[in-house]
């Protein structure tokens, strides 16, 4: 039987995806431990931890005291804005508040048309999010054109059910980013040290269709995982669009850089799989947490600090798992910040990481599966 010889191979590769996934789960999580095993042997991890749970628990105070309606992006935008030196963090943080800055007026012009036409809003979104992550992987201004594709996707989205909010929702969104940012200033002018740093290099708009059509087609990738995270989420009926927003936002925040070329299949699951996993360790420390229903705003405010802490000594460490903490410390944040004062039930916490995960586990999953197989790699380098 002729087709009997291709059943077999199909068998075979994917018993050795199962291999391969059970080893990279087992790398990851040695990884994990060995990370949380060097905890205090290298003063510049500590340092930098520090920098991060200083920033994350003043950003988080700040945002509080001002009333925010969404003090966990303004926490999350203190983090997100350190760079391991000062000059860095400014540039960095200024990178997010630009492109912060253009994607809420965007959003909310969008908001005037988009949120009365299915189809045009599934092209808006994913139009942005390929715009977005290309430009992480091209430009040397990569960052203001994610922020501005997420900020955009943000006040879009969660101005759905009444787009006369959308102008509330982007003014708040500017001035989440905003809090965040200058805490992480000050926090860098503060504990960081200062010096001049070369100017970040980065390939250019150039050869799009040449040498960079590897971000190109990771750009398509991420497109469709954002629009399949919304019409899984409109499909399930689920109630709360602002937590669609939430998942999304994470989705377009984890681009997988191509490295300048075409990335294995392999390379390509070992950085789905890290964001995955540190979301999922994230998620599981917060919710603990959250069940332990601490009332005192202090000890809140510690162990807020305190996983930040952990979280950067993982993404500063010498493991290979840069991505589990960064992403540890992302969802952790996002699960245990969620309105003006510590929360009082773990089930908004549930619904957020449930939501998180299963974004993050869509963008793995279609990453991998419109991935180059190594076999097409080799025969595109032949031809």
């Known amino acids: 039987m002729s087709w009997a010889p291709g059943i077999g191979r199909y068998g075979r590769a994917v018993v050795e995806d199962v291999l391969e996934g059970a080893r ?24 930098m931890g520090t920098v ?35 000059a860095g ?3 960095r943080g200024l990178l997010r508040l630009s492109g912060t800055i253009v994607g809420a007026v965007l959003g909310f012009i969008m908001a005037r048309w988009l949120p009365y036409d299915q189809v045009a809003l599934c092209l808006f979104l994913g139009c942005a999010t390929m715009a977005g992550v290309i430009a992480v992987q091209v430009s040397p201004h990569g960052l203001a054109w994610l922020f501005m594709a997420i900020t955009s996707s943000l006040v879009l989205l969660m101005s759905l059910n009444d787009p006369t909010q959308a102008f ?12 965040g940012v200058s805490c992480a200033m000050v926090t860098a002018k503060l504990l960081q040290e200062w010096h001049a740093e070369p100017p970040p290099t980065a390939p250019g708009w150039r050869h799009l269709l040449g040498a960079q059509w590897p971000s190109v087609l990771h750009g398509f990738r991420a497109a469709i995982s954002v629009v399949t995270v919304m019409i899984v989420w409109v499909m399930a009926d ?13 989705v377009m925040a984890a681009p997988l850089i191509a490295d300048g070329g075409t990335t294995t299949r392999h390379l390509v ?4 799989f890290h964001r995955f996993m540190g979301c999922l360790l994230g998620g599981i420390v ?3 947490c959250l069940a332990l229903q601490v009332e005192s705003f202090v000890w809140w405010l510690a162990m807020i600090g305190g996983v930040v802490w952990v979280g950067m000594h993982i993404q500063m460490g010498r493991h290979g798992i840069p991505y589990v903490g960064t992403q540890f410390a992302f969802v952790f944040v996002v699960t245990m910040v969620q309105g003006l004062a510590p929360p009082d039930s773990i089930m908004p916490g549930v619904d ?13 999953i279609v990453s991998l599966l419109l991935w180059p197989s190594d076999e097409e790699l080799k025969a595109e380098q032949q031809a």
């Open 24 to 47: 990279l789960f087992d790398r990851t999580l040695t990884g994990f431990w060995r990370e949380l095993a060097d905890i205090g042997s290298r003063p510049a991890q500590s340092r």
């Open 89 to 91: 963090s400014v540039r």
């Open 269 to 272: 699951a070992e950085k789905s």
């Open 352 to 364: 957020r990481f449930a939501g998180i995960t299963g974004g993050l586990g869509i963008l793995m």
């Open 52 to 86: 991060a749970a200083v920033s994350v628990v003043l950003t988080t105070v700040v945002a509080l005291a001002m009333q925010l309606d969404a003090p966990w992006w303004a926490a999350i935008s203190g983090y997100m804005s350190l760079m391991s030196t000062g």
């Open 286 to 288: 917060a919710l603990a």
């Open 168 to 179: 509330e929702i982007a003014c708040y969104r500017t001035l989440d980013v905003a809090v």
């Open 238 to 250: 689920l109630p709360d669009v602002g937590e669609m927003a939430v998942t999304i936002a994470v």
